[in-house]
């Protein structure tokens, strides 16, 4: 009796088992599949129709490869951009290849991509803002402040301008000009908020293997600026603007290579 009992309770099962994997088999070929934010049935080619919602919410951002920028060359600014390199080098030489030279350090005011198609319009858009200078600056010329070191995420150190009502003028500056460039074309960022005057001195834009291998850099310790937290780096009394390529060869002074430039 025991033996027809579990005979029975088996054919149960088996029957149960056979009724919920015809559920599911129904189920799957009667539900949606969602891909996108849009519903398609079982089966049907997609293919076609996610291009098309792939091609519509794809952005193509193109890498910047010029720049406006005025550069820091006083002397002695130089001298002291100088001695931080030479600290850097003498103190923490695994760390001298993150050094920005200090010939190139400047303050960008914003970045563009440019091509053959719209380089000359670039070049114009600068050199007929005399206007815009002549409304953000004031007639005993601009000049900024740099004192002290910042840190960006770790990666990035750099000295920066003290709060001034000159580094007012040159905020207000930078953006006439940037909403100059974007009217034309030339831009489409926000310029508000991103830009943060800062010279640059030292950037890590990825991990870094030193000491063959056995030693990988991941960020910039504090302790190789410690020392200049409150270093007074000297004032810069900006004379120019410059529209600068990012990747030609550098020029015989070894700043950036100036495609055009806007005098004070």
């Not at 600014?77 to 080098?89: D, G, P, R, S």
């Not at 709060?163 to 926000?190: A, E, I, Q, R």
């Not at 007074?232 to 015989?252: A, Q, R, T, V, Y």
């Amino acid at each position: 009796m025991s033996e027809e009992l579990n005979e029975i309770k088996e054919t149960g099962e088996e029957n149960n088992q056979s009724f919920i994997s015809q559920k599911r088999k129904k189920r799957k070929e009667k539900g949606k599949q969602y891909k996108n934010g849009k519903r398609f049935n079982s089966g049907e080619d997609m293919s076609e129709t996610t291009t098309f919602v792939q091609s519509i919410n794809t952005k193509v951002v193109k890498k910047p490869n010029y720049f406006l920028s005025i550069r820091v060359d006083y002397k002695v600014i130089q001298e002291n951009l100088a001695e931080f390199t030479n600290h850097v080098h003498t103190k923490f030489p695994e760390y001298k290849k993150l050094l920005i030279k200090p010939k190139q350090c400047h303050i960008t005011l914003f970045v563009l991509h440019l091509d053959q198609d719209n380089i000359e319009q670039a070049k114009e858009c600068l050199s007929t803002s005399r206007d815009i200078l002549d409304q953000n600056c004031p007639k005993g010329g601009l000049s900024l402040h740099l004192k002290g070191i910042g840190i960006f995420g770790n990666r990035v150190v750099h000295t920066f301008p003290e709060c001034s009502p000159d580094l007012d003028s040159f905020t207000k500056l930078t953006y006439s000009l940037h909403d100059k460039f974007k009217k034309n074309g030339l831009v489409d960022n926000d310029i508000h908020k991103e830009f943060k005057p800062h010279v640059t001195l030292m950037k890590l834009r990825n991990p870094i293997k030193i000491n063959q291998g056995k030693k990988i850099i991941k960020h910039i310790p504090k302790e190789i600026y410690e020392n200049f937290r409150e270093c007074d780096f000297g004032k810069h009394f900006i004379n120019s603007i410059e529209l600068s390529s990012m990747h030609m060869p550098k020029d015989d002074d070894g700043y950036y290579a100036k495609i055009e430039a806007m005098k004070f």
